[in-house]
């Protein structure tokens, strides 16, 4: 069986990456491949990415309060470029309020700051073999 492939990317103008590189750390350790973009990704360089790796998950680090915009518009480009199948994990700075308003864009899990490693790893396993469940015949 492959290593799932995530990419981790930071959307927008913020300028703080130590969060998504310690997740791709985590991801990394746990066997995962995982592919980091770097910082200040537009969504249409995101879901590029996203398809040109053959992902399976998108994970976004958001801390500028940004995640209302970038999100969707990472999920619009993905479904555009007929990545509908790509599931986005969103993670940072994203009060428990937006969330609700995250899912109904496409988002599939939020992940907060303050996680545990095994808080990330149990939601990315969980968002993937949900999908990889919806996706078997």
Do not use: F, W
């Not at 986005?88 to 428990?96: L, R, S």
């Not at 609700?100 to 864009?105: E, Q």
């Amino acid at each position: 069986m492959m290593a799932p492939r995530v990419l981790i990317a930071k959307p927008g103008l913020d300028g703080h990456d130590r969060g998504a590189q310690v997740v791709s750390r985590i991801l990394r350790d746990a066997g995962y491949e995982v592919i980091y973009t770097g910082l200040r990704q537009s969504p249409e360089a995101i879901a590029h990415a996203a398809v040109s790796e053959d992902v399976d998950l998108v994970g976004l680090s958001l801390l500028s309060a940004s995640h209302l915009v970038h999100c969707p518009a990472v999920r619009r480009r993905l479904d555009e470029l007929g990545a509908s199948d790509i599931p986005i994990v969103a993670g940072g700075v994203i009060p428990d309020e937006d969330v609700p308003a995250l899912r109904s864009m496409g988002v599939s899990a939020v992940v907060g700051v303050g996680a545990t490693p095994a808080q990330v790893l149990a939601t990315v396993r969980a968002v993937i073999d949900e999908n990889q469940k919806a996706a078997s015949p």
